[in-house]
């Protein structure tokens, strides 16, 4: 019996497959150096104006401005305020407040007033003057008060800054009725000051020793207050105890253990001239 021979694909039949997979793979190659030519295009080709566009950065915000310093507000034409908050040490006429205060009239050319905490009406009393000059007046707001604590100053804030208007530099002068550490009685007053007057300049006073105490003693008090005042922003330290203790003399400085007497107060006002630099 014969076998029926199995039939080869002639060539025709070949053709349309191999046609097929001819342009199946022409198609890929298209597609993949089109993809080549734009991955090339896209690295070498520059950027869009929208692709290099930054918006525009703000300035940077300028840190806020130093108040002017004492020296410079006296220089100034305008007038000038001064607030001291403190005890005994700065209440007489012939103490501190009254010597510095005279000390600005002659050094500037101007007229100063200083006006003096009354503890009965607890108000300032009128105004008295202390110096004569022909430039813009200087009032000095004398809220010491003898015998009282930080605590005492704490207490009337309000009244002793209701009348003065912004100031170029308070003066905090307290130590000698505080407690054991003192920084801790002075730092709360300090803070209640700052609530109020968020960048007047303040001048924390390291009261003279008392000559009562031990001088080691004296000076870990001076200390405790001289080092917590230098840690303070916007603070300086008016370092009294090293100029009293400085003195040859000490004692000739004082009217009794504690509270200067004439001599004593133009170290005092001596001392805050030079810390502030003033002419």
Known sequence: MLQRRRRK????????????????????????????????????????AAAIYE???????????????????????????????????GFADYQWVTRFANRIGLAYDRPVNV?????????YDPPIAVAQGRGAPVTVWNASAPGESPRYSQTHLKAMTAPVREPALII????????????????????SVRTQYRMVPIGLTVQNPYLGQSPENAAQRAHAVRDWAARQRNTVV??????????????????????????????????IWSTFELR
């Open 9 to 48: 694909p002639s060539t025709i039949d070949r053709g349309p497959k191999k046609t097929v997979v001819f342009w199946v793979f022409m198609g890929v190659a298209v597609i993949l150096a089109g993809l080549m030519f734009w991955t090339i295009e896209s690295r070498e080709a520059p950027a869009s």
């Open 55 to 89: 918006p525009a950065r703000p300035d940077p915000i300028a840190p806020p401005m130093s108040p002017p310093t004492l020296a410079q507000v006296l220089d100034s034409p305008d007038p000038a305020f001064v607030l001291v908050i403190g005890d005994s040490t």
């Open 115 to 123: 006006a003096r905490w009354n503890e009965g009406t607890i108000a």
């Open 172 to 191: 905090i002068n307290h130590g000698h009725n505080t407690g054991p550490d003192p920084a801790t009685d002075i730092s709360r007053l300090v803070k």
């Open 238 to 271: 008016i370092d009294v105890h090293s100029a009293y203790t400085a003195s040859p003399d000490i004692a000739s400085l004082y009217q009794d253990q504690r509270h200067p007497n004439a001599t004593g107060g133009d170290v005092w006002a001596a001392t």
